[in-house]
């Protein structure tokens, strides 16, 4: 525990100290952040109406209760200690596997700076804290691959995910995700299995059913948050011609003429949006969903300016206006299966390589990656020139194997299966994919770090060895 402790606080003031050098410790207002600051808790009616749930809220109730006057500096604080707990129950549990020391520096480094934190650290909103907090759900679980686990811990995993969902819903997929990671272990029996991943779905699975059923008390719609499908809609709508939208049932066709109506309109009234908006009748309204890009450039503007406001005229409450939303959202994807199809594919292709491209282009890893180039070219060198009883020397132990297996399911499937949970609804924007990618270059550089040191322990095996061989010659 203080080898714990003494990590903590060490990664908190690196932290700090980084961020208040490259000015990311100002706090920082987004068009998100009055959601969250403004949210009222007046009555049990006014918080299931909110399209945020209530965790980081209460964050910031907390935060303006101990700094009073600065609890949005407070909250940056806040984001970094949830960073450096992370980091360090990382490098501890890297540690643990038997991972070397300048591994473990390095992925709890590349942790520490990864792209949303960098981004998102002093913004007032959930990007930077959720993500923080779904990483220490990933190295719980990690655990559970090292060691045999019991109840209390598993319940411990439940209640982390539980927590990160109330932060960010966009983290609901961690739910199937930690369950599908647990029944993966292949050290114990079938049957135990099924009965850790039970225990590790309860807690968050009880505590979603229960939002939903006092938000079916309080505002009868049992969802999780009357936020999401106006995502979603500005999406499927632009899938279809504006006649397809206006032929869709009851009232339904009315919303979707409504819809048709603004974006053109909109288009006509200002020259900016022609490009984004104007969606009338095409000859073959398939080729709607060939082009991801056209789609995402277009969904800011048709989510705020076409679907909410064509919607709320209609149902000017919020929890109704959603349910509409809901609705038109299934009745277009039952209707139009394959062009949702293929969106979906194409958003998740997009999500993949641009969380890619952005961690390669962060400032830091940038430098690091060509670094990395240039070590792996020679350690290729000294590798070739040597003997082949060098080559054949040169393995990692079991106990290496073994983590970098656990780490390439782990960084591989959280990764997909975010990106795959958001592409459902909104395009897998940068922010979104960016946190999907958080493991990418922890994964990376223990896999560079560890296979670095099983070379030079095998090159330098190998180099005695041929000494010893040119002694005894020579003593012949």
């Not at 690196?14 to 959601?35: E, K, Q, Y």
């Not at 240039?374 to 009883?389: T, V």
């Given at each position: 525990?203080?080898?714990f402790l003494?990590?903590?606080l060490?990664?908190?003031?690196?932290?700090?100290?980084?961020?208040?050098?490259?000015?990311?410790?100002a706090?920082?207002?987004?068009?998100?952040?009055?959601?969250?600051?403004?949210?009222?808790?007046?009555?049990?009616?006014?918080?299931?109406?909110?399209?945020?749930?209530l965790?980081?809220?209460?964050?910031?109730r907390?935060?303006?209760?101990?700094?009073?006057?600065?609890a949005?500096?407070t909250?940056?604080?806040?984001?970094?200690?949830?960073?450096?707990?992370?980091?360090?129950?990382?490098?501890?549990?890297?540690?643990?596997?038997?991972?070397?020391?300048?591994?473990?520096?390095?992925?709890a480094?590349?942790l520490?700076?990864?792209?949303?934190?960098?981004?998102?650290?002093?913004?007032?909103?959930t990007?930077a804290?959720?993500?923080?907090?779904?990483v220490?759900v990933?190295?719980l679980?990690?655990?559970?691959?090292?060691?045999?686990s019991?109840?209390?811990?598993?319940?411990?995993?439940?209640?982390?995910?539980?927590?990160?969902?109330?932060?960010?819903?966009?983290?609901?997929?961690?739910?199937?995700?930690?369950?599908?990671?647990?029944?993966?272990?292949?050290?114990?029996?079938?049957?135990?299995?099924?009965?850790?991943?039970?225990m590790?779905?309860?807690?968050?699975?009880?505590?979603?059913?229960?939002w939903?059923?006092?938000?079916?008390?309080?505002?009868?719609?049992?969802?999780f948050l009357?936020?999401?499908?106006?995502?979603?809609?500005?999406v499927?709508?632009?899938?279809?011609?504006?006649?397809?939208l206006?032929?869709?049932?009851?009232?339904?066709?009315?919303?979707?003429a409504?819809?048709?109506?603004?974006?053109?309109?909109?288009?006509?009234a200002d020259?900016?949006y022609s490009?984004?908006?104007?969606?009338?009748p095409v000859?073959?309204?398939?080729?709607?969903?060939?082009?991801?890009?056209?789609?995402?450039?277009?969904?800011?503007?048709?989510?705020y300016m076409?679907?909410?406001p064509?919607?709320?005229?209609?149902?000017?409450?919020?929890?109704?206006?959603h349910?509409?939303?809901?609705?038109?959202?299934?009745?277009?994807?039952?209707?139009?299966?394959?062009?949702?199809?293929?969106?979906?594919?194409?958003?998740?292709?997009?999500?993949?390589w641009g969380s890619?491209?952005?961690?390669?282009?962060?400032?830091i890893?940038?430098?690091?990656?060509?670094?990395?180039?240039?070590?792996?070219c020679?350690?290729?060198?000294?590798?070739?020139s040597?003997?082949?009883?060098?080559?054949?020397?040169?393995?990692?132990?079991?106990g290496?194997?073994?983590?970098?297996a656990t780490?390439t399911?782990?960084?591989?499937?959280?990764?997909?299966?975010n990106?795959?949970?958001?592409a459902?609804?909104?395009?897998?924007?940068?922010r979104?994919?960016?946190?999907?990618?958080?493991?990418?270059?922890?994964?990376?550089?223990?896999?560079?770090?560890?296979g670095?040191?099983?070379?030079?322990?095998?090159?330098?095996?190998a180099?005695?060895?041929?000494?010893?061989?040119s002694?005894a010659?020579?003593?012949?």
């Amino acid at each position: 525990m203080r080898r714990f402790l003494l990590t903590f606080l060490a990664a908190f003031f690196i932290l700090m100290g980084t961020c208040w050098a490259t000015n990311r410790f100002a706090p920082h207002l987004v068009p998100d952040s009055p959601s969250y600051t403004e949210y009222s808790f007046e009555s049990a009616e006014t918080v299931a109406s909110q399209i945020r749930t209530l965790g980081y809220p209460v964050l910031l109730r907390l935060s303006g209760i101990v700094g009073e006057r600065n609890a949005n500096q407070t909250m940056v604080l806040i984001h970094i200690a949830l960073q450096a707990m992370a980091v360090t129950l990382l490098a501890c549990e890297l540690r643990a596997w038997g991972a070397t020391r300048t591994a473990t520096i390095v992925a709890a480094a590349s942790l520490a700076i990864g792209c949303t934190f960098w981004d998102h650290v002093n913004t007032i909103a959930t990007d930077a804290p959720a993500m923080s907090l779904a990483v220490v759900v990933g190295v719980l679980l990690l655990r559970t691959y090292r060691v045999a686990s019991d109840g209390k811990w598993l319940a411990l995993i439940g209640t982390f995910t539980a927590v990160v969902i109330f932060i960010r819903p966009a983290y609901l997929v961690l739910i199937p995700w930690s369950v599908l990671i647990v029944l993966g272990r292949p050290s114990s029996l079938v049957s135990r299995r099924f009965v850790e991943a039970s225990m590790v779905a309860v807690v968050p699975v009880v505590m979603v059913l229960a939002w939903c059923g006092f938000r079916f008390a309080a505002v009868s719609d049992f969802g999780f948050l009357p936020f999401g499908h106006q995502n979603m809609a500005a999406v499927t709508t632009q899938l279809l011609d504006a006649d397809e939208l206006e032929s869709l049932p009851g009232d339904l066709g009315t919303l979707g003429a409504n819809i048709a109506d603004r974006r053109v309109e909109m288009a006509a009234a200002d020259r900016e949006y022609s490009d984004g908006l104007d969606l009338r009748p095409v000859p073959n309204a398939e080729q709607r969903a060939d082009s991801y890009t056209t789609i995402e450039n277009r969904w800011d503007a048709m989510t705020y300016m076409v679907v909410i406001p064509a919607a709320a005229e209609l149902e000017p409450d919020s929890v109704r206006q959603h349910q509409l939303l809901a609705r038109m959202d299934q009745t277009i994807v039952t209707q139009y299966p394959s062009r949702y199809a293929k969106w979906f594919a194409l958003a998740v292709r997009r999500g993949v390589w641009g969380s890619l491209a952005d961690t390669i282009m962060h400032p830091i890893f940038f430098g690091v990656a060509l670094l990395g180039i240039a070590s792996l070219c020679w350690g290729c060198w000294r590798l070739l020139s040597q003997s082949s009883e060098a080559t054949l020397a040169t393995r990692m132990n079991a106990g290496r194997w073994r983590l970098l297996a656990t780490l390439t399911v782990i960084t591989l499937s959280y990764w997909l299966s975010n990106i795959a949970f958001v592409a459902l609804t909104s395009p897998p924007i940068g922010r979104f994919s960016d946190a999907a990618a958080v493991w990418i270059p922890v994964w990376l550089t223990v896999v560079v770090a560890e296979g670095y040191a099983s070379f030079s322990i095998s090159l330098s095996n190998a180099s005695s060895s041929s000494g010893d061989k040119s002694d005894a010659s020579m003593s012949e």
